[in-house]
């Protein structure tokens, strides 16, 4: 978008964002697909899929974190997995770390 000669980048609706993170998250935590205890979450293995969904995973629920559960930024959070409580990712000082993905073959 251009304003006044000058390219101007419009700013996602963090709100909106926000709001469907805290959706998503109360309903899996409803079907029992999450558990979440002071800075460890545990997860059902097949939300844990690729990569790309596992570090989607971590920034969402670390920004719910920081929201609801006022965990300051960089503070660390563990993701675990429920079934085996084994440490699958984590998130310290911002950076966010998979460090197991599940063998979906």
Not at 55 to 70: A, E, G, P, T, V
Not at 76 to 93: C, Q, R, S, V, W
Request: proline share 2%; with cysteine.
């Amino acid at each position: 978008m251009i304003y006044a000669n000058k390219k101007v980048n419009q700013k996602k609706n963090s709100a909106k964002q926000n709001a469907l993170i805290i959706a998503n998250v109360k309903e899996l935590e409803q079907r029992n697909m999450i558990r979440m205890d002071i800075d460890t979450v545990y997860l059902q293995p097949q939300l844990w899929k690729d990569k790309v969904t596992a570090l989607n995973w971590i920034n969402c629920l670390h920004r719910y974190y920081m929201l609801k559960r006022k965990l300051k930024s960089s503070a660390p959070l563990y993701f675990k997995d429920m079934a085996t409580n084994e440490l699958i990712g984590n998130i310290l000082n911002k950076k966010a770390k998979v460090l197991i993905l599940n063998d979906l073959s």
